[in-house]
């Protein structure tokens, strides 16, 4: 990785619409020129990154449905009691 690809990183991610670093979805106009952020990394670091990210990724949409199950319950409470 060269520092030209720091502000890469800290921007989460290039602006592909398949990048592997991203943890959210590219919103807006991406590009499909394919995702070059880890191209430097040695092929075991990057897969242990990417398995690292989807390990992540699970967890981020685990927690995600947990907050939405907790607000629909909270609701549903708050119409029971009037």
């Not at 959210?24 to 991406?30: D, E, L």
């Not at 927690?63 to 319950?73: C, P, T, Y």
Request: charged share 25%.
């Amino acid at each position: 990785m060269t520092p030209q690809d720091e502000p890469i990183l800290a921007q989460q991610g290039c602006s592909d619409g398949g990048c592997r670093l991203r943890l959210t979805p590219v919103t807006g106009m991406h590009t499909n020129a394919g995702c070059r952020c880890l191209q430097d990394v040695p092929t075991p670091t990057r897969i242990a990154i990417i398995r690292k990210l989807a390990q992540l990724k699970a967890k981020i949409k685990q927690l995600e449905n947990a907050l939405k199950e907790d607000d629909n319950r909270g609701r549903h409470s708050d119409s029971i009691r009037g």
